[in-house]
């Protein structure tokens, strides 16, 4: 429980100025040490909360009639000498044997304890025998604290999806507002009954802002919330649509959803799955330094990367490799197998012609080279020595070599140092 005038103050917006006003001047009198008034106040809010959320609901429970909602309960509601009971009462409806549903939703353990407010209130306004102590007071105000937004007429984890849509919604939050706020409230809010349902809604309010997954990625590093985690990784990785979509946006999170699997999941995972993603050698890479492919079987996953790359060039995204996973492709020789099969003079020189077409392919895996080593530049120097090789490659590397600094001081390091001379195909003409 955090001091409740402070949760008050980060909580106005979801009251009416009456329940604002109790609370307030509940927490005076607490300051004060005044817990009979404080108490009483605090119970009061709590009332006026439960009245103004069944007012301003459009919902009507299912099984009553329009006479009973609108010409009993409401019109209790709204009069000033019968609405605290039945606001009290609405928390008490469980359903009946009318097939009447509950007036509000509300937890089995929390329902029960309005009984104990109330029976403790009605000490205190009739000034029974029974000391009010401040502990009373602060066990209310953590009631009030941690159940009060759980308790709605429609059930807390729509609610709370809608505090969700509000919240990405430009039109109600700025943008960069801190999220950990709202999602601290699903563990009191959705129970784990519900935890799959609530998801459900969550992604299909957040995608019409494009924030699906972004929410979820959100949720997965709340640092507080490890069973909501849980949660909600074994929600994604139930659905394997969204564990590619997931993956794609969040390639780094990857070890969440595959650690713990068996080992010949995770080889089906690789085999299988892996060429259909864009960042698959993010994901190859990450797979390389949590160990879960077998080092005699690296080349084989290394070459089904490879192909799938070569065939699709423009399906690949480069771009969230970092340095280290670069390093990590190249320990394990992706670099190494990319010049045995695709960058040699037996290859090249046999399929100029695809070549020319799939140049992307060589340049971006030339591009992601941690550095350029030997191998690389002796593989260079034995295709432009050749007869026949692709024009186009070499019109691409020749521009490479001219306007990328690193690599041609990495390249004539190389030469340098082994004694090698670049083909004059290879060198960018004085002009």
């Known amino acids: 429980m955090i001091d409740f005038g402070i949760w008050l103050n980060k909580h106005k917006e979801i009251f009416e100025e009456d329940c604002v006003g109790l609370f307030s001047d509940s927490y005076d009198c607490f300051k004060y040490d005044i817990a009979r008034p404080a108490y009483l106040l605090a119970y009061q809010g709590l009332m006026c909360y439960i009245r103004s959320i069944i007012l301003r609901s459009s919902i009507r429970p299912e099984g009553y009639s329009d006479s009973e909602w609108n010409d009993r309960i409401l019109r209790n509601l709204r ?23 509950p007036i509000l939703s509300i937890r089995k353990e929390v329902r029960e304890k309005f009984s104990y407010w109330r029976q403790l209130r009605n000490s205190v306004a009739h000034y029974h025998e029974y000391e009010i102590l401040t502990a009373h007071v602060i066990a209310l105000y953590s009631f009030i604290e941690q159940y009060i937004e759980t308790i709605t007429i429609e059930g807390s984890s729509v609610s709370l999806v809608q505090k969700f849509d509000d919240f990405f919604n430009p039109r109600i939050t700025p943008p960069n507002s801190d999220i950990g706020p709202l999602i601290t409230k699903i563990s009191s809010m959705v129970s784990n009954d519900e935890m799959d349902s609530f998801f459900d809604e969550l992604y299909e309010s957040c995608e019409k802002y ?33 564990l590619k979509y997931y993956i794609e946006e969040y390639p780094n999170d990857i070890n969440y959803f595959i650690i713990g699997l068996t080992s010949d999941r995770i080889y089906q995972f690789w085999h299988n799955d892996l060429p259909t993603y864009r960042c698959k050698l993010t994901l190859l890479s990450i797979l390389f330094t949590a160990e879960l492919i077998k080092d005699q079987e690296c080349i084989n996953a290394i070459d089904i990367c490879l192909e799938s790359i070569e065939r699709r060039d423009g399906f690949t995204d480069y ?66 020595s050749a007869n026949r090789y692709p024009y186009t490659l070499c019109d691409r590397l020749k521009g490479r070599y001219k306007n990328n600094e690193k690599y041609r001081e990495q390249v004539d390091q190389v030469c ?11 060198m960018p003409s004085e002009n």
């Open 210 to 242: 494009n924030k699906e997954m972004e929410v979820f990625h959100q949720i997965i590093h709340a640092g507080s919330q490890e069973a909501i985690k849980t949660s909600m990784i074994d929600y994604i990785k139930k659905n394997k649509r969204l």
């Open 416 to 426: 340098r140092t082994e004694n090698l001379q670049l083909p004059k195909e290879i």
């Open 319 to 384: 771009s969230q490799l970092s340095e280290s996973q670069k390093e990590m492709l190249k320990q394990k020789g992706y670099f190494t197998r990319f010049i045995e099969k695709y960058f040699n003079p037996s290859y090249t020189s046999n399929n100029c012609r695809k070549i020319c077409y799939n140049t992307d392919f060589y340049i971006n895996t030339i591009s992601i080279m941690p550095d350029i080593g030997k191998e690389y530049v002796e593989a260079l120097i034995s295709i432009f």
């Open 79 to 101: 009069d000033d000498a019968s609405w605290d009971k039945q606001a009290f009462d609405c928390t008490q409806t469980i359903g009946d044997k009318n097939n009447k549903a």
